[in-house]
């Protein structure tokens, strides 16, 4: 028999070679050693390569750790991703985001020449034409767009990790397999950018499909999820909340290329009757795979029962949520709502950062659970203290990543958690750390600052695209 | 005394109402705190006639200055339980740590000295104006005459709670405007506004200066409540301080008849010319009068200093020059005495992360301090503020070096409240460019919180001639207004 724990003590993306079943039978001690292991190695290798890294470290005086608990000091916080200054993208300075940006990882990017640059979007094809970095970039919710490191590599393995926990999460091939290729791929978003979803969902395509365009729709299948646009929208909401809209600077560049997108958002009420015909016409009954977030789901599902449509799918098929509810309340029976009209109910309920490769699913018990690749923390959230590895903790969550070898995948995350699976098992039999479904963002506990919307993406880029529109030149 | 600590009275002119239903949490500290449902009191919460007011109308101001004088003197912390009630109170609910926050109780009695109130009427409104009806007659129409008074309206007064002062103020301005006022507490300091009420009471419980005082506590945004008493048949005024979120929510309610008083969520900066940089004890100074500007009420005010414009230029030199200020100021910072600025109590945690973050960006930033709660100095290494300039509190401001006091002058817009300004004589150059702008108040560096000025004009928004309701009375002759009806009117009417 296979002894999967000393595979993943070689390298933790031998459980690519596995069922993901297999993460959750490890015993604690065994769980422990791996993350040790990994998080001792990570530090060792990264520290003096990654400049980010190595500052905190200085900084702390930590030169060596002996456990996991000892890279506590050292964890980012989760806005590390955003901590360029704003100016950089209103002066278009990309030399110094690219800069700015090699400090939080080993890839090489000094051939990226960032100084002939002047949008996020050309800066982002640049890096990976010249350095091979598939840079993500988050929704930007709060005024900022995060931008995550990741290569190639680490993009094609976190799109197969996911379809493992779909797979396997509740018993090795008990659930939906995309690699075996039988699932039409619908997304009610862009094609292309460089946004999380539209990463993700190419990669699908390459890796999940024939490449067959017949299996394959989108809402905005040639437009691009505009970066450029989408830090406008999130600087434009943040400052829309804080009643601060008359201090908003832009950028010069956006303002020149204003016409361009004006003309290109134009044409999008067009795109959406046509996906609902496309879906309707050609996808109807069908064996798919839909990925979306909660609010698009729910106006999708809203628009179409209107429509008079339900039940469209084939029950066979299946959907994943993604990107939290970032602040919006559905009404009640939205879930029912969305599944009477897609055919099949939505359950694949996933906890994930984008600031972590690797997802948590949630059982049948309430329970989200991480493999052991995520190294759980739980702390003090005014001190930042390490809280005891106590059942039914509640404390600030950090994660740390043990997947990814070029950047320091050890952050802070926003999210109030009540953690378990320390001292116990979760009832649902799986063992290792789990969070309870009652995970809440401190800023919209302490009731303030982060009121901030956010819809989806094509509402984010209506909003912006109505600023500059109306923005006096 | 614990439990009487926690709870927060519900006063309605005179009525003390301890029915103590529900439940409210503390801004800061999570205190929980209990008070009664103003909802099941909205129909006496305001006054039912506009012409009850006329009992203020019988107190001549000299009457009105004594009434206050006497309260004063019955403010006094160590004499008064409900001062010390609510001192108890907001050491846990203010954002202010200990020690400021006795200060503030021991300075507040002297607000309603006699001289205080006087000073207050002519400066703030004309006291000719509230004590009667004030000759204006200026027409070239012949014969006629016209004349001006300043009467006191019905008006809610959202407060703010960083100081305490503001419940102290809202009290004065109330009394001297001769109106009725009904102050809707915030929950960082729910309790002081009611300790004056409630000290008003017991010194003269049917003086119309005490009945004509309400204070109330309900979370803001409470339909119930504001539904309610939001209404033009109720109130003629709502004077709204600070937090968007608060001013957000009342907007729904405006119609013909409310007049909004908004004293809007401002923020303060501070402008330094290169003579700062003359000589060393220059500097030194500059960076003492720097600190105190960031320091004063642990920069939890919207005068306190911020982002501060820095003329030293932002070559490699420049931006030298900028970081010794910021260094020197970071250490006046920390040693300002105990009553005047401390460590913050409830460090912002967000804030903390984003000066974690800006620290390990050694190419653009320095930074002073921030390793815990004892405040932080950011220098900027080009003349751009941080992203997150508009979040900074708990004594972290950011030194921007500039080459040209244009960039300085740009970056104030409607958003600003006080900028101080170093040294006088470009206060001067520069004041009127700068009201262009948008700043409200000009102060010499070090006097953001300190100076009072004496102009009583609150940043400039004269919040107490918007208090009042400005009637006019005009006398016309009447063979000059009978003509009108004649065939042939005369022409030169305006």
Redesign the interface.
Known sequence: MVDVFSELMESPQAIMNHTLDKAFEFAPERIRKFQDHWVIKRFAELRPRVAMLGKLAKEQGIETIACADDAVPLMLSHTVYKSYPLSYLENSRFDKLTKWLSGLTVTDLSGVDGAAIESIDDWIDELEVKSGLLVTHTSGTTGKLSFLPWTKEQTRNTCALYSRVWRDFNGAYTGPDMAKGNLALITPSYRNGAGMAQRMARLRIEMFTDGNEDNILFLYPEERLSADVMSLSGRIRAAEAKGELGALKIPEALLRRRDEYIAREKARPLAMSRFFQEVQSRFAGRDVWIGAMYGMFYDWAVEGLNQGHRHIFSPNSFATIGGGKKGRQLPEGWREKIAEFLGFPVTNDIYAMSECTVPSALCAEGKYHFPPMAVPYLLDPKTGALLPRKDGSVGRLALFDVMPDTYWAGFVSGDEVIAGGWEKPCRCGRTGFYVDASIRRYSEKEGGDDKVLCAGAPEAHDSAIAFLTGYAQ | MSNNLMTVPLIIRGKLIENYELEFGGRNGGVVFTAPDVSKYVSELTLSAPSKLADLYSLKFAEIADYLAELGERLVFERNEYMQAAFELGRSTSGLSESLLRERFDLMPRMFSREEAYHTAERSCGLDFLEGWVDQTGSRQPGTSGFVRAFGARAVHIIAGNVPEVSAITVLRNAITRSDGIIKTPSNDPLTAAAFARTMIEMAPDHPLSKHISVAYWKGGDESVEQAIYDPRRIEKIIAWGG??S??HITRYLQPGIDLVTL??KLSSTIIGKEAFVDKDTLASVARRLALDIGYFNQEACNSARVVYVESGTDEEGVARCARLGELTFEALQNLPENVSTPHKDFD??LK??I?????????YTVYGGRGSEGAIIVSH?A?P??FS??LTCRVANLVPIDDLDTAIRSV???TQTIGIYPEGLKHELRDRLAFQGAQRLVSLGGASLLKGGTQRQDGIETVRRMCRWIVDETGDSAYLENYANSEPVAENV
Do not use: G
């Open positions: 968007f979120n001013i957000k809007d969520p945690r967000e992360e984003e974690d973050n800006v620290r390990m960006l050694d190419d653009d080009e751009e941080v992203d508009r979040r817009n409607a958003y």
